[in-house]
């Protein structure tokens, strides 16, 4: 499969951003769909995931700020990203988990900037 994402780009302080995530290709069934982040001189951390249940998991730092949802379109994930502070500035990843026939595969997309300052 190929991840494409969109949505990054500058915030203000107290701002909003929607990520958008696509999988496409060869899919037979997603387990499930997840942003990450990668912040310069850090290691790359899980900010949510969403089960294919409709259930979701946060990262501590991001509850109540950001939610992760589907999106209408087939195998696309969107993350909604309000409240922004200068510590959620990072390179964001989507990454899929997911099945081609009985093969279990993982996916990640080439990374969207978010940068959010003053």
């Known amino acids: 499969a190929q991840l494409v994402e969109s949505g990054g780009g500058f915030a203000q302080i107290g701002g909003s951003l929607r990520l958008s995530c696509a999988a496409t290709?060869?899919?037979?069934?997603?387990?499930?769909m997840a942003w990450y982040r990668q912040a310069p001189g850090q290691t790359r951390e899980l900010v949510a995931r969403?089960?294919?249940?409709?259930?979701?998991t946060y990262a501590d730092s991001v509850k109540g700020r950001f939610t992760i949802s589907r999106a209408n379109a087939q195998n696309s994930v969107n993350l909604q990203m309000n409240g922004l502070k200068p510590e959620d500035t990072a390179v964001y990843f989507c990454?899929?988990?997911?099945?081609?026939?009985?093969?279990?595969?993982?996916?990640w997309g080439p990374g969207t900037q978010v940068t959010v300052s003053s």
């Open positions: 290709g060869t899919i037979t069934g997603i387990y499930s």
């Open positions: 969403l089960f294919t249940n409709r259930t979701a």
């Open positions: 990454n899929a988990d997911y099945l081609v026939n009985y093969d279990r595969r993982d996916a």
